[in-house]
Structures are given as structure tokens and as C-alpha cells.
């Protein structure tokens, strides 16, 4: 460490001792270049504007009028730039986005083909990076200068190479990679918020860096992770830390979910054993007693119809079954008998019919033909005839032998009566027993069937009687998984009340070991109030677990607006000074954009500019830090030359006066 220099504000507590090892920022702007067109020639050049190490004031001059009237003057120091001016330094450091829409809309008009060109030295090498105004074309860097770049005598690389650079440089000695709070690695479009505060925050916070009507694409923040952000940047915290801190965060969410949890759960317990108790009348108690006396009357209802045997039983019914079976099959037989003698029976009449019409025919035929024909009769002997050839000799043989058939039929037919009457006898029988085995199979099958019905009621009341015991037991099992889960949660709760502070203690427990550094940072915070506010005044800094608490007193603790922003300030400064002075990973770049002069006392304005004076004092050689300031408020005379003061000053009353030479 190098000797202490004291600082030139009057009585301080101490002097500044910068370290020997921390010559440089971690990364500078030496500067910058608006241009029409990416291309080489002083006519495309909108602005060029030269940074350097140390203080660097962009000025609006407002307008200086004695006497200010109604409806008379202009704008001078506002909307001449200044902003836009920090927002082209966060785009070229890797932020997504230069400006609101409307007012990137309006440059995008004017310069459609517009690039914000930045030299950026990053470890003692220069970097070029070029960023397009409109979108399309494709940002790149290159390592060399900007007159290089643009006239492509050095190669040019993807953005993406610069961008890596800057983060691996930034990042590395910060001393976490992750933010515990939403466990996601730590970026430096984080860091960079801090670095590069937002206009539109208007300073209301030191924790404050970015606010939703800026539209700078920046990444989301919550609270707990930008306090980590500077815990890491001030040596207050680990990645042990952070995992705690992580930690302690899921089971404080997790703890909330247990808790709304708890009255559903407990409500569906309550709904469940209402339901068992309406099922099961008598049952009494509370749970856990009410599951287990519904438990045993399940027990007792199940061991009931395990005993229970449903009348008839598989027997009784299988012989029944076979009985109407048996007498079926006989019925059957007995009329496939009669069917039988019906069928012989009509063949017998049929045929005895058919002869009977036969005989009568013949008959008839044999008593015409015995009357004479022509009343002569022939005396000649028949054989005698039929040897001679007689042709009536036939005739005769022909009635002989009807007279013969005749005969035969007529004992034919008796032979058939017989018949006929010994089937109807035999169908009178087979109709009788037919008639009885097709009345006991009709009881049989009304037997059988009566049985099946009895049998099939009693297993459908069986069945419904254990469909409802299950579902007794699906109720009781549900009441219990309820119970059991509501119990759970709120185990679960007293368990993770014990969890939350046992992560308490060691976080307590770990920040003890910064106690040195905490001190250091608060000196350093302590430093710069004195220096903005006088000797009267202390500045103090309160590590309160979830947050760190940022204090200013004059006989006694001090809120103000201004002194909000008097914390915002002496906060950043303050990590400059640790860093310039070896302590933490701040990069020792910083933008502050119009810090609402109007809110400050003039004195305590005056002292800003020459407290980042007095640190550029402290340093051996060229200042190892950077500070941009822009204001409207005029700062110190001795500072309104070079090498502090940033030409050109700009002036809102006439276009040319502008950041970008035009009005939009």
C-alpha cells in the first residue's frame, strides 16, 4: 500500500491510501464515435467524443437568464444528450437496447445507417467495439482502434469475442458465481446495472438500478440478488454464502406452500370423516381413535360376509339344474316316440285308404264284365279256347285274376285295421307319458329357474354389500391418507421453522467472517458522506441479514430525499475507494447520469465533483478508476476546463449544440 494522501475537504478522519496493485481500472472508455455510416472519412463522424481515467463530466449548460419570464427562453441543459449519451456507453459495454423505443425510433430516422463506435481498454489492451443503430446489421469488435475498425485494417470479430473478454475480467474476482437468491450464475449484465445507473431511476434507492420505463433489456433483478450483487463487489459474501442464502430462500417458499396447504388439506380430512361417520353411525371420537374404530367395524362387516353363504349354494343349484335337464330330455324322447307311431299311423291309413279306392274299382270292373256283351254265350270249354286262340279266352283270365286281387285286398285291408288300431293304442300311450315327463319338465325348469333367481339375488346383495364395504374402506383410507398428509405438512412446517433457523445461524455464522471487511466498507461509506456532507456528519453501514442498511447521521439518524440520494452516491463511491484501496472486486468504472441536482444543496453538488477529484489525487500516476457524471448544475469552476471537463458541452437551444447535432 502507498502512503496515505490526505484529502484537500477539510478535517478528515483519515487520508486515502490507494493500492500499489490496483493501477487501473478493470476496464476503461478512452472513447467514442457516432457515425452516419461505418466507414472512414471525418464526414460521417456525428460526434467524437475522448474519455480518459478519473473524473470525466459531460456538462448541458442551461441557460443563464436574470430575468426569466412566462412564455420566454428555451431549453438548454435537458434533452440535449446527456442520457443518450449513457445509454450508447452501456450499449457498447454489451446492454441490449440505447434508448426508450420512441426515442431509438427517432435516431433510427435521422441516422438510419448510424453506428456508436467505442474504444474500450480491458487489461491494458484496446478494444473496438461497433454496434448499428437499427437493427439487422451485425455488431462486431476487433482488437485495435477504432480508426482501424472502421477501415478494416485490423480484423473485425463477433461482438461475442469483446463480450467474453469483459465478463471474464469483470467477473473474475467477484468471489461468487451464483446469486443465491434465484440460483442463476452471476452475469455481468448484472454487474453492469449497478455500474451504469438507470436516469429513469432518478436515485431512489441504492439497491434501485434500473427502471421499467428505460426499456434497457437489462436482465430482472429482484432485491435479494442485487444485494448480493454488492455484498460480492464489497467482500461481504461467498458463494458459500449465497448457497445459504439460496437455501434459506427455498424453504421460506417452501414453508409458504406448507402453509396454504395446511387448510385445504385439513378441510379434505374433515370432509372425509364426515363422509365415514354419515356411512358409519356410531362411530365416535377423533382421529387418529375415529380411524381406528372404523377400522375394526370394516373388520367385523367383512369377517360378516365372509361367513355369509348365499342359499342355494353350487350344489344345490347344479342338481337342480341336472333335474330339469333329465326331465327335459325325457319329454323330449317321449315326443319324438309319438311323433314316430303319428307318422306310421298316417302311412297306415294312407296306404289302407289307397287300397280300399283300388278294391272298389276292381270290383265294379269284374260285375261289368259278367254281363254278355251281345247276349250270346259260348259253350266252347275255356282251354279249349285259349288252345284254339279264342280272343275272348283273356278276357276271361283277367276277371279271374281281378276276382283272385280282390281277395287279397280285402285281407290286406283287415290286416291294416289291425294295424291302424294297435299304433292309435300305442300313440295313446306315448301321448300320456309325454303329457306327464313334459309337466315334470316345466316344474323342473320352474324349479331350477326360481333357484337361479333366489341364487342370483342372493349374490347380487352379496356383492353389493361388499361393493359397499369397499368403499368404506376406499373412504376410510382416503380420510387417513388425508389426515396423515395434513399431519405431514404440518410436521413439515415445524421442521422447516427449525431449518430456517439453523440457515439463520450460519448465515450469521459466515458473515462473521467478514466482520473486517464489513468495517473497511463502512469506513469507506463513512469517507464519503464526511467528504459530501462535512465533518458533522457520519455514514454507517448495517449488515441485517437480508439486506444491508445504508444510514446517515447528524445528531441522529437522517431521511431526507436528499440524503437518499446522498447514500445512492457515497454508496458507489465507496466501492470505488475500497476497490482503489484493494479491498473487494468493484471495477472501479462508474456512470452516474444526472444525479437530481435539483434535490441536492449546491455545497453538497460541489463536493461531489471535487471528492472524485481528491481520489484522482490519491492515485500515483493516472487515476485508477473510472467516474462519468453528467449534469446541467455547472460544476466547480476549476473543474469546467480540461482534462475533466468532456468536450463539447453540449446545449439544448440549437441543434447543433445536441449529442447528436440534429433534433429528432
Known sequence: MSAQVPLPLGSRPRGLAPSIDRTAPIFWIRSVLLLAELEPGDHHVIRRIELRRGLNILWARPAQEENVRAFDGSLRGHTAGKTTFCRMLR??????????????????????????????????????VARAFSPGAHPVCAVGSAAGLVARTVE??????????????????WGIVRLGSSDRD?????????????????????????????????????????????????????????????????????????????PILAHQAEVDRRRLVDRLPGLQGDPPLLWSSASSALKDRQARLTEERVSPDDAELRALHDRSLNASTLARLHRLERQKVVSLLSGVENERDQLSKDAAGE??????????????LCD????????????LAPKVLADLAVA????????????????????????????????????????????????????????????????????????????????????????RIVALDQEIRDSLARQAQLRKRHVASLSKVEDCFDLVVQGLLGPTS???VRDEGDDLAFGIEERGDRTSTSLTIIKVLALDLAAITA????????????????????????????????????LEEACTGEPSFQYILTTTTAPPRELQVAPWLIQPVLDASTASGRLLGVDL
Open 91 to 128: 450499449y457498447l459495454l454489451g446492454e441490449p437496447s440505447f434508448g426508450p423505443n420512441d426515442v431509438r425510433e427517432r435516431i433510427r430516422k435521422v441516422f438510419p445507417h448510424g453506428w456508436a463506435v467505442g474504444e474500450i481498454v480491458l487489461g491494458g489492451q484496446t478494444w473496438t
Open 156 to 173: 473485425r470479430r463477433a461482438l461475442q469475442d469483446f463480450a467474453t473478454a469483459l465478463a471474464s475480467a469483470v467477473l473474475s474476482p
Open 186 to 262: 452471476l452475469e455481468l449484465g448484472h454487474v453492469l446495472q449497478w455500474l451504469t445507473r438507470d436516469q429513469e431511476s432518478r436515485f431512489a434507492g441504492p439497491l434501485e438500478w434500473r427502471h421499467k420505463s428505460s426499456e434497457s433489456g437489462a436482465p430482472d433483478l429482484d432485491v435479494a440478488d442485487r444485494t448480493a450483487i454488492v455484498r460480492a463487489a464489497l467482500a461481504l459474501t461467498t458463494d458459500e454464502e449465497q448457497e445459504q442464502a439460496r437455501r434459506h430462500t427455498d424453504l421460506l417458499r417452501e414453508r409458504k406452500t406448507c402453509e396454504a396447504r395446511v
Open 363 to 376: 270290383a265294379d270292373r269284374a260285375m261289368l264284365a259278367s254281363l254278355p256283351s251281345h247276349g250270346l
Open 380 to 391: 266252347v270249354p275255356l282251354v279249349k279256347a285259349r288252345a284254339e286262340g279264342c280272343p
Open 404 to 491: 283272385r286281387n280282390q281277395r287279397t285286398a280285402q285281407e290286406t285291408l283287415s290286416k291294416q285295421a289291425e294295424e291302424v288300431a294297435s299304433l292309435k293304442e300305442t300313440y295313446r300311450v306315448l301321448d300320456a307319458l309325454f303329457r306327464k315327463s313334459e309337466a315334470e319338465a316345466h316344474n323342473a325348469e320352474t324349479v331350477f329357474l326360481r333357484a337361479s333367481e333366489r341364487r342370483a339375488e342372493g349374490a347380487l346383495g352379496n356383492a353389493r354389500a361388499r361393493a359397499e364395504a369397499a368403499s368404506l374402506e376406499r373412504d376410510l383410507r382416503l380420510g387417513q391418507e388425508s389426515q396423515r398428509a395434513a399431519d405431514a405438512v404440518r410436521e
Open 538 to 540: 457520519y455514514g454507517h
Open 579 to 614: 476497490s482503489m484501496e484493494g479491498h473487494g472486486a468493484f471495477p472501479r468504472f462508474l456512470i452516474h447520469d444526472g444525479p437530481r441536482e435539483a434535490d441536492l444543496d449546491p455545497s453538497v453538488y460541489a463536493r461531489l465533483f471535487l471528492f472524485a477529484r481528491a
